[in-house]
């Protein structure tokens, strides 16, 4: 289940490369959503998937989820939600200032 | 007392909430910021000296102990480094009101100001690699609210690429604390400190640790990763440049310090090694970007990357000497490069232009801020009596002492490169013939000048009192030698 797991997010973490380099905007933001998602699951995988198990912190008790990932996953998509709606934003409000929404004709120069 | 700690934290967090009721306000919020910014300095400067005279005082947040809580943990190391950040914000908020206009400041301005500066004492503070993750994207989201202050053109295209590299970035750092807790089962500092010897597999240990440096120098600007640094850096207001150059990269750097020196030391021979010419790149890349443009905003953009490689090569150096260096440095780079920007920012009010070849003879009509400017330039530059003086010749001697006399030239080569950028600045600018188009509008640039004079009054403390200062910054260094003083306080029974 690891394994595949740990595939899943590879291919999730690919696509998500493949499209941050590209040059339209929209592109990019979905390909750090991509990204994020694939960080999360790497974070999700990494602490042996487990199921049908309370997270228990006694002596005798063999059989327990660790609850520490899932815990750090909710925090990391909190986070990656909130800052994706403002890269949608402000990517928006780029564009309509830019009246461009492509990365080539976005670079600029020293003097403007 | 213990709880007490959280306040440098926990403090601004509530003033950020308390003046995002009155955004329109105006005349109510400025100076109730101006005073919660001075209380708060006090309460962190007394916080301060008392853990340098009664030693780290660890506080686990909801009574859960060590290993399983996130703990706070007020070190000589994070204090200093707190209060730093607090007088460097503080002239911050003084400097705002003439730098910003009306709307600006309207727009949450002072929200995502103490924001900024409660995530930026958090990631100073905390004790757990993930707690750290959250401190960053805490002042990170803050500081994408302030660089699209004012709504330019050209500042939502620099903004856009900065989201984008931070964005990534902490991904990969969400990557490696998977990593790290997969390897160790922990996220705890002191614990990790305490499991990386035991780990079977040094060497995946060592891949991670590089990976974790990637995140950490992509906030600090070091060499490869710089290039989102200057422009975006150099296009928001004065006020909110000042916050990042002084504050934001500091973070970074403090990350590589306290991560390197803690948790990753198991093979210094690879990654430390790494570090220094890293460093060494980092100062040359960043004295040529100084060199290379008339933007006068964009030549002190680009000073604040050679100050990064001083830094890191302290770390790189890994010495008692060396790092007291850093630290040295750290403090002082923080209060020179806010004094700095705000000069600049008065500069460029008072020429009316930010290109060096339009600009002549302001020292003429302003004379205090052409001796402000010169000062700090040589304290940037470390010309003895000076606070980089210090900072320079610990690193330096460190670096005799390493026997790494190549690093130790380019080193002392890039200081001189630097105070050649800054002189640049000074006789193109303030000499020669009052040029036109020089502005009239005296006050402000005395509103603007004023703040930045107490920074650098402070940084030329920093140095003539040196003899003061070292002895602390020397216990510092001790403890970041001494691994065990710092997980023997966090894990106590």
Do not use: C
Not at chain 2, 239 to 257: D, E, H, Q, R
């Amino acid at each position: 289940m690891e394994i595949i797991m740990t595939v899943l997010a590879s291919i999730l973490f690919a696509i998500g490369v493949y499209n941050l380099l590209q040059k339209q905007l929209l592109r990019i933001v979905v390909g750090t959503v991509l990204v994020s998602h694939g960080a999360h699951l790497y974070l999700l995988t990494m602490s042996k998937l487990k199921r049908g198990a309370p997270p228990v912190l006694e002596d005798g008790v063999t059989q327990y989820a660790d609850p520490l990932p899932q815990a750090l996953i909710l925090t990391a998509i909190v986070i990656s939600f909130g800052v994706t709606s403002f890269l949608l934003v402000l990517a928006y409000r780029t564009y309509t200032l830019n009246k461009t929404d492509n990365m080539e004709e976005l670079r600029g120069n020293e003097h403007d | 007392m213990t709880n007490l700690m959280i306040l440098p934290i926990v403090l601004p967090l509530i003033a950020s909430a308390l003046v995002a009721f009155f955004p329109n306000k105006l005349n109510i919020v400025r100076p109730v910021s101006m005073i919660l910014s001075v209380i708060f300095t006090i309460i962190s400067a007394y916080l301060t000296w008392y853990v340098f005279s009664n030693g780290t005082i660890v506080m686990q947040s909801g009574g859960w102990d060590a290993p399983f809580g996130i703990s706070i943990v007020a070190d000589p190391l994070s204090m200093l480094l707190v209060t730093t950040t607090y007088i460097v914000s503080t002239a911050a908020v003084f400097y705002a009101p003439s730098s910003l206009d009306e709307q600006q400041e309207r727009f949450y301005f002072y929200t995502f100001f103490f924001l900024l500066v409660s995530g930026v004492a958090g990631a100073f503070m905390t004790g757990d690699l993930f707690n750290l993750f959250v401190f960053f994207e805490v002042l990170l989201i803050a500081s994408y609210g302030l660089i699209i202050l004012g709504n330019g053109k050209v500042q939502l295209r620099e903004s856009l690429k900065y989201v984008l590299f931070n964005l990534f970035s902490s991904m990969l750092f969400v990557i490696s604390v998977a990593f790290i807790y997969a390897i160790t089962g922990t996220v705890n500092f002191a614990q990790l400190a305490e499991r990386i010897e035991s780990v079977d597999q040094q060497g995946i240990l060592t891949t991670v640790g590089i990976v974790l440096f990637f995140v950490f120098a992509v906030k600090a600007a070091v060499f490869p990763l710089y290039y989102w640094l200057p422009n975006s850096y150099a296009v928001p207001n004065p006020v909110v440049s000042a916050l990042f150059g002084a504050l934001l990269t500091k973070v970074g750097i403090y990350s590589i310090m306290r991560v390197f020196t803690l948790i990753f030391v198991h093979d210094t021979g690879i990654t430390h090694q790494i570090f220094l010419w890293l460093a060494v790149l980092t100062m040359v890349f960043g004295v040529i970007g100084a060199l290379s443009t008339n933007n006068v905003k964009l030549i002190i953009t680009y000073n604040i990357i050679p100050a990064i490689g001083f830094i890191l090569m302290g770390i790189g150096l890994y010495t008692e000497t060396s790092l007291a260096g850093s630290v040295y440095y750290l403090m002082h780079d923080m209060v020179i490069k806010g004094a700095l920007f705000f000069l600049i920012g008065a500069l460029v009010v008072a020429a009316g232009t930010s290109d060096l070849r339009k600009m002549s003879g302001v020292i003429q009509k302003f004379p205090l801020l052409g001796w402000l400017f010169f000062i700090a330039s040589l304290v940037l530059a470390g010309i003895p009596p000076f606070s980089g003086f210090i900072g320079k010749l610990l690193l330096l001697q460190g670096g005799l002492q390493q026997e790494e006399f190549l690093v130790v030239i380019i080193a002392l080569l890039s200081s001189l490169l630097i105070l050649f950028s800054m002189m640049r600045i000074f006789i193109r600018g303030f000499w020669g013939e009052v040029q036109e188009g020089i502005t009239t509008n005296r006050k402000k640039v005395r509103n603007l000048t004023i703040p930045a004079a107490i920074l650098v009054s402070i940084s030329v403390f920093l140095g003539i009192g040196a003899e003061a200062v070292y002895p602390h910054i020397e216990t510092i260094a001790n403890m970041l030698m001494d691994r065990t003083e710092y997980i023997d306080s966090v894990l106590k029974e």
